[in-house]
């Protein structure tokens, strides 16, 4: 098949106002991936990463990141289609497919809360939160708060949603209210618990000791990247793409201290602060097989469910097959 000069001139002359040349002709653009997270939200950290360091170029993909002032407004968003992956917990997940929606969850974090308490305090076990001011950040079906209150009673027969004096506030307040003393104890989510380490609280207890106490074998992860199987299915390489190039964002972070100075304005910490965050982060980046993982959050689900009832999980009493994305288990 001929083809006329005047078409080929035309090709020629295109390729050469593009700087990318016959290349970026014949070369489709990457998938977009429209990522929706919390404006201030601690995974910006690893998004930033990815961006700044080209790693969703590299892994054949176009990160797009889409900032929210709200939780429930990227979960709206996401169950009407208009994103491609959010950030939210399993347990969210498998209510959600237990509705009917195929929603599914690919691990992001392990880093979870911890009740914190002053490094002079004389509070050394749960039993020595009888009778102290507890402020717990996330209300009372916070998964965090529901796993030390199952240990409390299991291990202390204790009720301690009713032997403290429990006060229930948004994350920054109740950080602020420890430091100035009005709190005796503070469960709050696991960055603002990095935050008053910097600054000389220490860790009573986590989220984390209570799921291993009551049966975990591991770290789960509590928040994990979240899409629809469909959207995986008819893209199998766009979603396995986006994961990849979150592993290498992880790897980064997890060796270069470097980088974390370039995050430094991002994570709003300097110094001893941003070293902890750091190394927190650091201890929080998943490296358990996903199907030990699914087969803890399995068994903390039923926990969970009994603890927290139907306004937590809905009236499925155990986690939805395909909460963890299957893809990630080959």
Not at 59 to 67: I, L, Q, R, S, T
Not at 103 to 118: D, E, H, Q, R
Request: negative net charge; proline residues 5%.
């Amino acid at each position: 098949m001929n083809i006329s000069r005047r078409v080929f001139c035309g090709v020629a002359l295109l390729a050469a106002a593009n700087p990318l040349g016959f290349r970026a002709l014949a070369s489709p653009p990457a998938p977009k991936i429209r990522v929706g997270v919390l404006k201030f939200g601690t995974v910006n950290w690893e998004l930033d990463t990815i961006k700044h360091n080209r790693l969703d170029a590299a892994n054949g993909v176009d990160v797009e990141v889409v900032h929210f002032a709200g939780e429930d407004a990227t979960n709206v968003a996401i169950l009407a289609g208009d994103l491609d992956i959010i950030v939210s917990d399993w347990l969210w997940v498998s209510r959600q497919r237990s509705m009917g929606e195929d929603l599914t969850f690919a691990p992001y974090s392990t880093a979870v809360g911890a009740i914190m308490v002053k490094e002079d305090a004389p509070i050394r076990g749960i039993p020595d939160l009888v009778g102290r001011k507890i402020g717990v950040a996330g209300g009372s079906l916070d998964k965090s708060w529901l796993l030390i209150q199952g240990l409390a009673q299991r291990d202390y027969k204790m009720d301690l949603a009713r032997e403290a004096d429990v006060v229930f506030g948004a994350p920054p307040l109740l950080s602020e209210k420890a430091l100035s003393g009005e709190l005796d104890a503070v469960l709050n989510f696991w960055h603002f618990c990095a935050r008053l380490e910097a600054k000389g609280f220490r860790r009573l207890i986590g989220a984390d000791d209570a799921a291993k106490s009551l049966g975990a074998s591991g770290p789960v992860s509590a928040l994990g990247y979240v899409f629809h199987d469909k959207w995986a299915n008819e893209n199998p390489d766009v979603p396995m793409s986006f994961v990849r190039a979150s592993a290498a964002a992880k790897k980064l972070l997890a060796d270069s201290d470097a980088e974390w100075q370039r995050l430094a304005p991002i994570v709003r910490a300097e110094g001893r602060e941003l070293q902890v965050l750091r190394d927190r982060y650091r201890e929080g980046i998943p490296n358990r097989p996903i199907a030990e993982e699914e087969s803890d959050a399995a068994k903390l689900y039923e926990i969970l469910a009994d603890l927290g009832g139907e306004k937590l999980v809905g009236e499925a009493r155990q986690m939805a097959p395909g909460t963890f994305w299957a893809a990630l288990k080959t």
